[in-house]
């Protein structure tokens, strides 16, 4: 028999602002048992996070709890009843007693340890904080020990050089792991871990996956696991509680959640997570490729592409150092198709879309553009500017829908710049062209006179996406198109990038990090790994039987969103 | 540690080398020079000047030279640690500097130290208790130390201490112990005067200081950081100083170089006021009567000052912030 850790009953927690409540968590109900992974799942603003916070009373302002129950089963030993049953709601957010809870119960780990961590102090001495917060006694040598024993089980390869190291000199795996160290510094019985993997590559996530549920099993820690990601969810979770606008609407079993969903959003967010596990449907109306080679030419041939960056240091210029971020890359787009450009951060697969674009100079190599007239353009080396009609057929789709629109121009006015500039359309004409835009990728003509600040996240991924097909274009460039966008969003927007690519006959060069993006959407996929391409080939032969090491060991680090398809950590 | 010092170092003889030479530029500004100064003044008396004389002046101090060789019969000077020859007082500069320098320092430091004493503490109150009744208050006081200007201040000070007291504020000793040899009397003598400038000049920059901490702070407050940290189950206040206020320091220790300079001449109405032997009041004649020697001199300790300031935060930053400490290893 497990014993009970932590029972969460009706849990409200409220943001009170000027004019409203933003009601965050609106009465949830949770157990946690002793060894077993609780992922609470939901989408962004479900108050997952807001929900996980308040157990340790660590809210931002203004949040407040202000009903249910957080109640902490403390056991003396083996002790099958526990000696204390304190609740947590109850205690003051400063109180002595909510201090010892953080000091000795419950530790918590963050998303991005680059910011959760303290740059001024080094990781051993965060560590030495936690340790010596719960053994005052403990002296500090000891401690500094102790330190070093935990990096060593974080299966750090030089734990004392990393104890004495700044979190920014590791790398984003590295510093994740000393926060992991330092939470179980103070033996909690209770993790609780925030979307801990969600800013790490996916090879780096696996990692702190198995390290998370090694310890979890040796140490027999109870961990309440906060994720957006269905396919961490079937990796790792013993139960499941599923989260929508402060409520939790789903809880059980982790093969009943996804053997037999009952709520319709459960089923809704299985549904999208599944269905970027296969081809889109509407790529089979694109004619395949492989027959038209022989006499269809690329519509942009790469070769030896090459971005060198060079970073100064040092009052003279001295300590010259170059990063060749993009090394060597050759590869083809025919027309109609979608290459998938796949990587990890540091890969070169951004840099390479900007030089294709023309936002970086490419270093070496070239870029032969195929224009509209069939003759071929050299990209490399040519600057566009003015009304250099590269600029309307060849777009960009940014990643971060927020950033990537002027808050101070409305709707119609970032639409139609592009038009403008080109000197196609003006007045009335201009205005009729945007609002058939608008329509076109699902959004209505009568929008046009409002700001962004209006939208949801995947409404203005839809401006963006307006404002690249703005020109007529034949080739977009989209760089990490959907990473922004909540899973549910993922498949509608690549839907709508494919509709329009049947009706426009656009080609696609999508970069991303994500596998399944590249299984729903692309024809063929280059791997990219530290600048060079390490694998090519149609998706299908490269996801299902990968060559190259490095292609295996992405492919393998990917959690499918299917408890039946996870192989043993 | 060494290397770094020593670079900033190399970089402070160029700086100070500009320093001097925009000064030196920004002296010559004003039309007319030491000579005719002196004959509008004699005029201005009622006496006429013998335009020979005039010209005999002008020869006698280089004032016709072209401007590049005069500044580099000055700089030279200055290189070999002499500061010239005061025309406005007759006397080397060296020797008007050396006598004003300490008691200078002795009031600035003082008023630098009561200043960050007072305000840091003052900030981070205001900030960690955002909008409670003492963060008003701290607020409100900021900005009345900031409206009002600090000659005012100080003449208020001086009635105050007057009307109600009997006491004459002004200068830094009273007569009987001036020139006397160092003793307990002494030493009260010199307390019971510099309070005043103190209190005037810390106000000003207090309340500055005062918003800025808070600024800093405010923004630091709610980084994760910060919420890892109270997620250990540290006790409040000491995560505060030990984070965030930490955190919060840097751009504060980055100001030391330009306050210790800006002390002194915002200081200079407050030190005639209240009738102070300090720097400033120098500097005012000095440039008055386009005593070119004299205002140079005060300005090249002012530019050591600054230097003195910026390595001062320059080695504090680099024991503050790891960063620094790697970034220049």
């Known amino acids: ?569 | 540690m060494i290397g770094y010092i020593l670079r900033r170092v190399c970089a402070m003889a160029l700086t100070f080398w500009a320093m001097t030479f925009v000064a030196f530029l920004i002296m010559e500004l004003p039309p007319g020079d030491f000579a005719t100064t002196r004959v509008s003044e004699v005029s201005a008396a009622g006496a006429k000047i013998d335009p020979a004389m005039v010209e005999r002046l002008r020869e006698m101090y280089h004032l016709d030279a072209p401007l590049l060789e005069r500044y580099a019969v000055w700089f030279g000077g200055v290189l070999r640690g002499d500061l010239g020859y005061s025309l406005a007082y007759n006397t080397p500069v060296n020797q008007l500097v050396a006598s004003q320098l300490p008691n200078t320092l002795l009031v600035e430091g003082l008023t630098l130290l009561f200043m960050y004493a007072v305000a840091i503490p003052i900030g981070i109150y205001s900030a960690v208790r955002q909008y409670s009744a003492g963060d008003y208050v701290a607020s409100i006081i900021g900005f009345i130390g900031v409206a009002v200007p600090s000659f005012l201040f100080a003449l208020l000070l001086m009635w105050v201490a007057y009307s109600s007291f009997g006491v004459v504020l002004g200068g830094l000793q009273s007569q009987e112990y001036q020139g006397a040899a160092w003793s307990w009397g002494k030493f009260s003598d010199l307390a019971a005067h510099l309070w005043a400038p103190i209190l005037v000049g810390g106000a000003a920059g207090m309340a500055s200081l005062i918003r800025v901490t808070r600024a800093n702070l405010l923004d630091e407050l709610d980084k994760p950081y910060v919420t890892t940290a109270r997620a250990k189950g540290l006790p409040e206040w000491r995560l505060l100083l030990k984070y965030p206020v930490r955190m919060a320091m840097s751009p504060l220790v980055s100001s030391i170089g330009w306050l210790l300079p800006s002390l002194i001449s915002s200081a200079t109405v407050v030190a005639i006021v209240l009738n102070m032997p300090t720097l400033g009041p120098l500097l005012l004649t000095g440039l008055l009567v386009q005593d070119m020697f004299l205002a140079g001199g005060v300005l090249v300790v002012m530019a050591i000052l600054t230097l003195i300031g910026t390595l001062i935060s320059d080695v504090v930053l680099f024991w503050l912030d790891p960063r620094v400490r790697v970034s220049a290893a």
């Open chain 1, 1 to 569: 028999m497990k014993r009970l850790l932590l029972s969460v009953r009706n849990l409200k927690t409220h943001f009170p602002l000027a004019k409203t409540i933003v009601k965050a968590v609106d009465g949830i109900s949770f157990d946690l048992f002793e060894g077993e992974t609780l992922c609470v799942v939901g989408e962004s603003g479900s108050g997952k996070s807001a929900a996980a916070r308040s157990i340790l009373q660590i809210l931002d302002r203004p949040g407040k709890i202000v009903d249910g129950e957080i109640l902490l089963h403390r056991y003396r030993e083996d002790d099958t009843t526990p000696s204390a049953i304190i609740d947590i709601a109850k205690l003051g957010r400063s109180s002595r007693a909510m201090q010892m809870v953080r000091r000795q119960d419950i530790s918590m780990i963050f998303q991005e340890p680059m910011s959760s961590l303290s740059l001024a102090h080094s990781c051993g001495d965060q560590i030495v904080e936690a340790i010596l917060l719960r053994h005052p006694r403990m002296a500090k040598r000891d401690a500094w020990q102790r330190a070093v024993e935990l990096l060593r089980q974080m299966q750090l390869p030089d734990p004392a050089l990393t104890a004495s190291q700044y979190p920014f000199q590791l790398s984003g795996g590295m510093r994740q792991r000393a926060m992991i160290a330092m939470a179980l510094a103070s033996e909690p019985r209770i993790l609780i871990a925030d979307e801990p993997t969600t800013a790490l590559d996916v090879t780096t996530q696996a990692e702190i996956l198995a390290l998370l549920e090694r310890l979890r099993s040796s140490l027999g820690l109870g961990v309440i696991f906060i994720t957006h990601d269905v396919g961490v969810v079937a990796n790792i979770a013993d139960r499941v509680a599923v989260m929508q606008l402060g409520k939790v609407v789903e809880t059980g079993d982790l093969r009943s959640i996804f053997d037999h969903p009952q709520h319709p959003y459960t089923r809704m967010l299985l549904a999208s997570a599944q269905r970027l596990e296969k081809p889109s449907p509407l790529r089979a109306t694109v004619v395949p490729v492989e027959s038209t080679h022989a006499n269809v030419r690329p519509i942009l041939k790469v070769r030896d592409l090459g971005k060198t960056f060079v970073l100064r240091r040092g009052l003279l210029g001295n300590g010259l150092k170059e990063l060749r971020a993009v090394d060597g890359v050759s590869f083809d787009v025919m027309p109609r198709e979608n290459v998938g450009i796949v990587g990890e951060s540091g890969s070169g697969k951004s840099t390479m879309a900007r030089c294709i674009v023309g936002l970086h100079n490419a270093s070496a190599g070239s870029m032969l553009y195929r224009d509209a007239s069939d003759g071929e353009v050299e990209l490399a080396g040519r600057v566009r500017k003015g009304n250099d009609p590269l600029l309307r057929e060849v777009r960009m789709i940014f990643q971060d829908p927020f950033s990537a629109l002027n808050p101070r121009m409305t709707v119609g006015q970032i639409i139609g710049e592009p038009i403008r500039l080109a000197k196609t359309a003006r007045g009335r004409e201009l205005k009729e062209r945007v609002a058939e835009l608008l329509s076109l990728v699902g959004l209505e003509p009568r929008m046009m006179e409002r700001y962004p600040h209006a939208f949801s996240g995947g409404q203005r991924q839809r401006i963006v996406i307006a404002r690249a097909i703005a020109t007529s274009p034949r080739l977009i460039v989209a760089d990490e198109a959907t990473s922004a966008l909540d899973v549910s969003l993922r498949a509608q927007m690549l839907d709508l990038m494919l509709e329009l690519q049947n009706r426009l006959n656009l080609s696609y060069v999508f970069i991303t990090h994500d596998i399944s993006n590249i299984r729903y959407f692309c024809d063929r996929v280059v791997v990219m790994h530290q600048g060079k391409v390490v694998e090519t080939g149609t998706v299908d032969a490269v996801l299902n039987a990968p060559s190259h090491d490095y292609t295996k060991r992405l492919i393998a680090s990917v959690p499918r969103p299917d408890p039946s398809l996870q192989t043993p950590q």
